[in-house]
């Protein structure tokens, strides 16, 4: 996982007690910037980072806030690397060491290692430490003096390592500090190259590089996972104390000390150097100079590469050095913007390798079972799509014939009672309820002017009966084929929307099943993208380890033929130095026999 190096910045406290008369650097939370005499900050020179420690902070407090998520990463397995960076008389060596009081951060990433290894019960650990320094360019080794301008190799299996480089194996933090101290001073002399200087009077003239090689073996509990057993975890810690960078104009170094400023210095730019490229970003990295200085080269994995690595910048607070701590701010900047991408180490022995495959051959077994299942179930949801589909094209079909009947119903209806409206008509005109509107006679006199009829001469008009349609339309039997027609439609009505409410129910049962359905098809393809992805990555991790486990066999091959070589010779020399013996007897036989012979001759003369 792609992950920025944690840069923080500690100002040392004040060595000169005259006030600033010009600018000053203050602190406010995790940002530093330069300020003038009245408060009034400049532009361009403040700088944030991940902590900035003032005067006052302890040694204790950077190791915890700084460095120890590095270092427990490094008993899991990850590469780690801390180191301090600043001009000379700054602090890093005091931050890296300590005192007594106040151990430094290599101090308390040892013990905090054993302590992190002791809470571990399922895993053994072999811890490796080794001690160099880069002095004008020369890696000489601490642990043993006479190992001095050692080179520099790098391999398949080991990476970048010093050849000759001794290696100590330790069981405790106590055993490994008084090594640290034995690397620092072997009475009656100092391996460690240290100098005095106008600004320091124990000036670091070199650089140091404090190594831990934290092997760990899971233990073996009889389960199938090879991680449990077989893959042993390899993590390379590194504790970096760099020298400071110096102006000649203020050391007021000379002679050997000018030698060493001018190495110092190099070194300090050409790590700018490669800072600088790697903070551009891996699109617009050019060609990175790791190889230009030996420091650089050793921390090649640190610096971009496989690990997890913090900074510690110290700075001066002096107005004098001013130009110096901006140096180092700007440093430190660029760093910031590095990116690593730190995984654990694992080297797989020849079981393991066969376990994991196993593991992964019956991964892709569970994954080729999904994509059966998966397929299935796109089948059924296809089919049930198109059920889906028929059914509601059903439902609308008998919607539309219970429209049509209904409809044709209701016309029936209507043409039924205005039929029987009018043949309900009466025969003749109805007798009026009452007489009170009927004139009397007198009216009917006046009203015919005198005339009185002769009711016996009247005749009546015989009664027709008025009808709408011709009487034969109108006729008890088809009335009934009527009533019956619509008897029949209104039970074939009722058994529609029988049909169609069973309809509607499938209807929703099959919208349940079609969710259920498309939720259990978009997990399953969300399972199906993820274990594509991991069927990917670990092709990658299987074809990286069958390449890894070719070099290691060729490697292997090498070193049987060049032992097998080595036998021959070794024979050869015994054949050789056993005749030469024998010569050597011979001779010292006859040059034996000859003082004998002297002797006996010199005794006959007396």
């Not at 300020?35 to 532009?43: A, D, R």
């Not at 360019?137 to 520099?152: H, Y």
């Not at 080991?158 to 290696?167: D, K, M, Q, S, T």
């Not at 019956?484 to 039970?491: A, D, T, V």
Request: charged fraction near 30%; glycine fraction near 4%; charge should be negative.
């Amino acid at each position: 996982m792609a992950e920025k190096i944690c840069v923080a910045v500690r100002v040392r406290p004040s060595i000169s007690e005259e006030s600033p008369s010009g600018t000053f650097w203050k602190i406010e939370d995790n940002r530093i910037s330069l300020h003038k005499l009245h408060c009034t900050p400049i532009s361009g020179l403040s700088y944030a980072f991940d902590h900035v420690f003032d005067e006052s902070c302890s040694n204790s407090k950077v190791y915890e806030l700084l460095t120890k998520d590095v270092i427990h990463a490094a008993v899991d397995g990850f590469n780690g690397t801390a180191f301090a960076y600043g001009q000379t008389s700054s602090g890093k060596t005091f931050t890296m060491n300590g005192s007594l009081n106040d151990p430094g951060i290599i101090h308390r990433a040892v013990n905090d290692v054993f302590q992190k290894i002791q809470m571990i019960s399922d895993r053994e650990f072999l811890i490796r430490v080794s001690y160099m320094e880069i002095y004008n360019e020369e890696i000489n080794d601490l642990f043993a003096v006479e190992n001095q301008k050692l080179p520099i190799h790098e391999s398949l299996e080991r990476g970048i390592f010093v050849v000759g480089l001794r290696e100590e194996i330790v069981n405790n933090a106590e055993q490994v500090i008084k090594l640290l101290e034995s690397g620092e001073v072997t009475f009656p002399t100092v391996n460690r190259h240290f100098g005095e200087t106008n600004m320091n009077a124990r000036s670091s003239r070199s650089h140091t590089i404090f190594r831990m090689v934290i092997e760990s073996k899971g233990i073996d509990t009889g389960s199938g996972d090879y991680s449990s057993s077989d893959a042993i975890r390899v993590s390379v810690l590194n504790l970096v104390d760099l020298a400071g960078s110096e102006r000649i104009a203020k050391t007021g170094a000379g002679g050997v000390r000018l030698k060493e400023g001018k190495y110092i210095n190099k070194s300090l730019m050409v790590l700018g150097n490669v800072i600088n490229k790697l903070s551009n970003g891996a699109k617009q990295r050019a060609h990175i100079p790791y190889r230009d200085s030996k420091l650089t080269r050793i921390l090649q994995t640190a610096l971009g590469e496989n690990a997890k690595t913090s900074i510690i910048c110290t700075v001066a607070p002096e107005e004098v050095h001013v130009e110096e701590t901006k140096g180092t701010l700007q440093f430190a900047s660029r760093a910031k913007r590095i990116t690593n991408c730190a995984q654990v180490n694992e080297i797989l022995t020849d079981a393991a390798l066969l376990k994991r495959q196993q593991l992964e051959i019956e991964d892709l077994r569970r994954k080729l079972q999904y994509e059966l299942e998966r397929e299935k179930l796109e089948m059924e949801l296809e089919e049930e799509r198109r059920s889906h589909k028929e059914r509601e094209q059903c439902i609308r079909d008998q919607q539309l014939k219970i429209e049509n009947l209904s409809s044709l119903v209701s016309d029936g209806d209507r043409s039924s009672s205005q039929r029987s409206n009018y043949s309900e008509l009466p025969d003749f005109s109805p007798v009026p309820d009452s007489f009170s509107n009927v004139a009397d006679e007198d009216t009917w006199f006046k009203m015919n002017k005198g005339y009185i009829a002769d009711l016996d001469s009247l005749q009546t008009t015989p009664a027709r009966k008025v009808q709408s349609f011709p009487p034969q339309d109108i006729t008890p039997s088809k009335h009934e084929e009527e009533v019956q027609i619509n008897s029949r439609l209104m039970g074939e009505i009722s058994e529609l929307k029988q049909e169609l409410d069973l309809s509607n129910n499938s209807l929703e049962s099959s919208k349940q099943r079609y969710g259920n359905l498309e939720r259990e098809f978009q997990k399953l393809k969300d399972e199906r993208d993820s274990l594509l992805q991991t069927v990917s990555e670990s092709s990658k991790n299987i074809t990286f380890l069958t390449d890894q486990k070719e070099n290691i066999l060729k490697d292997l091959n090498c070193e049987v033929q060049r032992r097998k070589d080595l036998e021959a010779e070794i024979k050869q020399f015994s054949v050789a130095f056993a005749s030469r013996q024998r010569s050597l007897a011979s001779i010292h036989g006859e040059f034996k026999s000859k003082i004998e012979k002297l002797r006996a001759e010199n005794l006959v003369g007396y």
